[in-house]
Nanobody, 126 residues
Framework: AQLAESGGGSEKPGGSLRLSCVGS????????MAWFRQTPGKEREVVAS???????TYADFAKGRFTISKEEAKNTMYLQMNSLKPEDSAMYYC?????????????????????WGQGTQVTVSA
C-alpha cells in the first residue's frame, strides 16, 4: 500500500495549483487524511485534514485559499491551492491515519499519521 502525490510545480504569486494524492492497495480515503508541507530546516507542518465524512480542518494560513477534498471512488485526495504566495513554497506530502475514521485531536501532528507519500515540490516565485 502506498500514497503518491502529483501536481506540484512552479507558479507565480497569485496563481493556483491542484495537488493530487492517489492511494493504492488500501482504501485510504475512507479514513483520516491530511496534507502537510515542509521546507528545509523547518518542521513539517499541517496544511489541512479531511475525515471519513469529508469534514475538513485547515491551518490558519490555508483558510480561504486552500481547499482539501477527496474522491473515494478514485481513492484520491486533492489540495486546491489558490492565491499562492512565495511562502507557500515547500515540499507537500499527503498522509493517512490508517483505520481511523475521524481525525480529531492531534490532527495537526505528523506523528499521528501512518503512511506518507514521497512528496511533490511547490515553488512560488515571480
Amino acid at each position: 500500500a502506498q500514497l503518491a502525490e502529483s501536481g506540484g510545480g512552479s507558479e507565480k504569486p497569485g496563481g493556483s495549483l491542484r495537488l493530487s494524492c492517489v492511494g493504492s492497495e488500501y482504501p485510504y480515503t475512507k479514513y483520516c487524511m491530511a496534507w502537510f508541507r515542509q521546507t528545509p530546516g523547518k518542521e513539517r507542518e499541517v496544511v489541512a485534514s479531511i475525515d471519513h465524512e469529508a469534514r475538513t480542518t485547515y491551518a490558519d494560513f490555508a483558510k480561504g485559499r486552500f481547499t482539501i477534498s477527496k474522491e473515494e471512488a478514485k481513492n484520491t485526495m486533492y489540495l486546491q491551492m489558490n492565491s499562492l504566495k512565495p511562502e507557500d513554497s515547500a515540499m507537500y506530502y499527503c498522509a493517512s491515519v490508517n483505520g481511523r475514521f475521524w481525525c480529531g485531536g492531534g490532527w495537526d501532528s505528523p506523528s499521528m499519521y501512518d503512511d506518507w507519500g514521497q512528496g511533490t515540490q511547490v515553488t512560488v516565485s515571480a
